[in-house]
């Protein structure tokens, strides 16, 4: 099973009578997914820490800096790929980064309105838990996917979700 991060920096830009709230998300350039918007991440390297790999997939997809203990853990999904587990993945979101987003080999990010975020562009799960994410609940769910590898080209086939649980694992 692969273990693997997604991390969401957060910004508020506009007025302070009209803020708009900011998510940034990249365009997958390479791997799974590739095409497709998500969050900076991916699989953790030996000896790393969930946390750890936030930090370093961010800095290398997009280039910026975020203090590890500034990451607020939001959530835990398991993916399925016909009934066994194929990835779990830790995500995180935070305010608190330094450095100007910037395109690399692997993804272009992009700040986008909470309110616009284009699920119609993503997995196909996302619109069914990153909304509550990005509205500062925890989510630990579960995704069923059916018919081989590679996961991205897999069906969707159902999934179960619980809010506001205590998370499983001990990097919260
Ligand atoms: N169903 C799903 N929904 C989702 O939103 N993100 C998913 C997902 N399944 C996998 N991911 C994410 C988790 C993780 O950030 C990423 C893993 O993609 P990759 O295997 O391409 O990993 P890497 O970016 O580490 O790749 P390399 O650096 O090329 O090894 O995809």
Redesign the pocket.
């Known amino acids: 099973m ?1 273990e ?3 991390c969401f920096p957060r910004r508020t830009r506009g007025t302070e009578s009209d803020p708009t709230e900011e998510v940034l998300l990249i365009e ?1 350039r ?5 095409g ?1 918007y ?6 953790l390297e030996d000896g790393e820490t969930p946390r750890e790999c936030a930090v370093r ?1 961010t800095r ?2 997009v280039g910026l800096e975020i203090d590890p203990e500034t990451l607020e853990k939001a959530g835990e ?1 398991t ?1 399925l790929l016909d009934g066994e587990r ?2 779990f ?1 830790h995500v995180y979101r935070t305010r608190s980064f330094s450095g100007e987003p910037t395109t690399t080999e ?1 993804a272009r990010p992009e700040w986008v309105p909470v309110d616009d975020v284009p699920y119609d562009q ?5 619109q069914f ?2 909304p509550g994410v990005l509205e500062g609940e925890t989510v630990v769910g579960e ?1 069923r ?1 059916e018919g081989g590898q590679p ?2 080209e897999a069906e ?1 086939v159902g999934h179960d979700l619980e809010w506001n649980e205590h998370l499983e694992t001990t990097d919260t």
Do not use: S, V
């Open positions: 692969i693997a991060t997604l997958k390479r791997g799974l997914g590739d497709w998500n969050g900076p991440g991916g699989k997939e290398e997809e999904l993916f194929h990835t993945c692997e993503m997995w196909e799960d996302d838990w990153l995704f996917f996961l991205d969707f």
